[in-house]
Structure formats: structure tokens, C-alpha cells
């Protein structure tokens, strides 16, 4: 795992799990998210008819981040689940992480260079 998306995981997303559950069921989400094996999605399903959805996402992410690339297709899920919210919120965590900044060019003042003479 990459240090941005390794920090997205330890750091953002245990932080905000409580907002993130609420707002979004596990079992919704992982209709998205083709990389989850069947076992994968086997054990999310019985994480959450034994402990609810806080535990059964944890077990989502803990599968997730075993795959490459993982914090844009969790991001993709988002967004085809219709929380743009969230995802908008968790992509600029992870640009950020990653040092990309999320201005677009338009918006970053341009210097304009003279000759001395």
C-alpha cells in the first residue's frame, strides 16, 4: 500500500468511520466494488447480520485496501451509490495526501516573465 493511500486508511477514514456508516450501508456499497472476491463479500455480509454496518465496514475497507488502487475505486463506488459528498470529501483527503492539488490551472495566477534590459 502506497504512504497516501495507507494514511487515507489510518487516518482519515478510521477518524471519520462513524459519519462515514452512517451515511453509507456496506451492503450498498459493495455492489461497486467488483474487486471484492465472493469471499470477501461473504464475510462483510456475516460481519453485519452478527455486529451491524460500523463492524461490517470495517471488514469493507480492511478487503478493500488489499486491492490496488483502492482509494479511487472506493471513491467510484461513492459516487455510482449517489453520495458525491463524501466521495468529493474523500478524494481531496486523498489528493492532498498524495500532494496534488485539487485548483484547476484557470485558477492559479500566472507569472508573466520580462526581459531586463
Not at 462515514?20 to 455480509?45: F, G, S, W, Y
Not at 451509490?81 to 474523500?90: F, G, N, W
Not at 478524494?91 to 520580462?114: D, M
Amino acid at each position: 500500500m502506497s504512504f497516501a493511500s495507507d494514511e487515507l486508511y489510518n487516518g482519515y477514514l478510521r477518524r471519520n468511520m462513524p459519519s462515514i456508516v452512517t451515511r453509507v450501508k456496506p451492503t450498498q456499497i459493495m455492489i461497486h466494488l467488483p474487486c471484492l472476491t465472493a469471499h470477501d463479500r461473504e464475510n462483510i455480509e456475516a460481519k453485519r447480520e452478527s455486529y451491524g454496518n460500523y463492524d461490517s465496514m470495517v471488514v469493507l475497507l480492511d478487503c478493500l485496501k488489499r486491492r490496488g488502487n483502492w482509494p479511487e475505486e472506493f471513491i467510484e463506488a461513492l459516487e455510482a451509490c449517489e453520495h458525491p459528498t463524501l466521495a468529493a470529501e474523500i478524494r481531496a483527503e486523498y489528493n492532498a495526501l498524495r500532494g496534488i492539488n485539487s485548483k484547476s490551472f484557470s485558477q492559479v495566477p500566472t507569472v508573466v516573465l520580462g526581459t531586463i534590459g
